[in-house]
């Protein structure tokens, strides 16, 4: 796991499973617009969340691309589920911004609900066809942007699944800083 540092807020770059990070208070899930069960990072939280997760979130839809809504995370390991629909790639529009928006969303949420620890997944590289290096350096510049401004939010999490994607954010994190 690589660490950076700035005004006590704490970035951390791993590998692993979204679903299986008990020590954060919030996990991120990259949703649909329409807040039901889809693939990779979605399914498995869903899945691992249980059926109320939907319950709960689904009459908040649609939400729009960079929106993000908090639920409860029920059988998760996690307090809290924060809910963010990344842009489509080259079809959501400006899909920088609005991939941005995402962590800024989250992150502004995290801060309103007293939330300390956050887990974000690679948003928007999957279905939705986000370049990952791409993906790494918005992700990393809007997190890096908005960790100077937090009073509450102490750890922020990238939680990649694989060794590929995992590389990359780190290689963007350490040209970043």
Same mark, same amino acid.
């Given at each position: 796991m690589e660490y950076y540092t700035i005004n006590k807020v704490v970035l951390q770059i791993t590998k692993g499973d979204i679903t299986r990070q008990p020590d954060v208070e919030a996990i991120v899930n990259a949703a649909n617009a329409q807040l039901i069960p889809?693939?990779?990072?979605?399914?498995?939280i869903h899945r691992a969340a249980g059926p109320e997760l939907f319950e709960e979130a689904h009459p908040f839809a649609p939400i729009l691309p960079g929106q993000a809504i908090l639920t409860k995370g029920y059988r998760l390991p996690n307090k809290y589920v924060i809910h963010c629909l990344g842009p489509v790639f080259n079809v959501d529009m400006p899909h920088d911004v609005l991939l941005a928006n995402c962590f800024r969303n989250a992150l502004h949420?995290?801060?309103?609900?007293?939330? $300390?620890s956050i887990a974000f997944p690679a948003i928007s590289t999957g279905a939705f066809g986000y370049p990952?290096?791409?993906?790494?350096?918005?992700?990393?510049?809007?997190? *890096?942007? $908005?960790?100077?401004k937090l009073k509450i939010t102490e750890i922020? /999490? *990238?939680?990649?699944?694989?060794?590929?994607?995992?590389?990359?954010?780190?290689?963007? *994190? $350490? $040209? /970043?800083v």
């Amino acid at each position: 796991m690589e660490y950076y540092t700035i005004n006590k807020v704490v970035l951390q770059i791993t590998k692993g499973d979204i679903t299986r990070q008990p020590d954060v208070e919030a996990i991120v899930n990259a949703a649909n617009a329409q807040l039901i069960p889809g693939l990779g990072v979605d399914e498995a939280i869903h899945r691992a969340a249980g059926p109320e997760l939907f319950e709960e979130a689904h009459p908040f839809a649609p939400i729009l691309p960079g929106q993000a809504i908090l639920t409860k995370g029920y059988r998760l390991p996690n307090k809290y589920v924060i809910h963010c629909l990344g842009p489509v790639f080259n079809v959501d529009m400006p899909h920088d911004v609005l991939l941005a928006n995402c962590f800024r969303n989250a992150l502004h949420i995290c801060e309103e609900h007293s939330i $300390k620890s956050i887990a974000f997944p690679a948003i928007s590289t999957g279905a939705f066809g986000y370049p990952p290096a791409e993906a790494a350096q918005v992700t990393i510049e809007a997190i *890096l942007n $908005k960790m100077p401004k937090l009073k509450i939010t102490e750890i922020i /999490r *990238l939680v990649l699944f694989g060794q590929q994607i995992y590389e990359i954010f780190i290689e963007t *994190l $350490k $040209k /970043r800083v």
